[in-house]
C-alpha cells in the first residue's frame, strides 16, 4: 500500500502564490491533485503521470503547475495568481501498480488552502 502524506497549505492573500508538496512511500505511475468544497464533488486540478504528460483543469491553466521528482516520490504543485474561488481542501492521489500491473489508487489526507481577497 502506499501511503501519500501532503503538506504546503495555508492561508495567502488573492495574487499569491503557496507550493503544495505530496510525498508518495512508493513508487508510482501518476499523481494528481484534487480538490473539494464541503458539500460538492472532488474535481481534477492536475495530473502528471512519470511520463512527463500533465493534463490541468481549465481554471487553473496558466496560473498552476504540476511537477514530481520520482528519485524523491513526490509531486509538487505551484500555486501562483491564487484566487478566492482556489479556496478548497487539496488532496493528492497517486495511482500505483498493484499485483498483476493493475492499477490501485491512494489518496492523503488533504491540506486546507484559503485565499482571502
Known amino acids: 500500500q502506499v501511503q501519500l502524506v501532503e503538506s504546503g497549505g495555508g492561508l495567502v492573500q488573492a495574487g499569491g502564490s503557496l507550493r503544495l508538496s505530496c510525498t508518495a512511500s512508493g513508487r508510482t505511475f501518476s499523481l494528481a491533485w484534487y480538490r473539494q468544497v464541503p458539500g460538492k464533488q472532488r474535481e481534477l486540478v492536475a495530473r502528471?503521470?512519470?511520463?512527463?504528460?500533465?493534463r490541468y483543469a481549465d481554471s487553473v491553466k496558466g496560473r498552476f503547475s504540476i511537477s514530481r521528482d520520482d528519485a524523491k516520490n513526490t509531486v509538487y504543485l505551484q500555486m501562483n495568481s491564487l484566487k478566492p474561488e482556489d479556496t478548497d481542501v487539496y488532496y493528492c492521489?497517486?495511482?500505483?501498480?498493484?499485483?498483476?500491473?493493475?492499477?490501485?489508487?491512494?489518496w492523503g489526507q488533504g491540506t486546507q488552502v484559503t485565499v482571502s481577497s
Open positions: 492521489k497517486c495511482e500505483w501498480e498493484g499485483p498483476y500491473g493493475r492499477l490501485i489508487n491512494s
Open positions: 502528471i503521470l512519470r511520463s512527463g504528460f500533465t
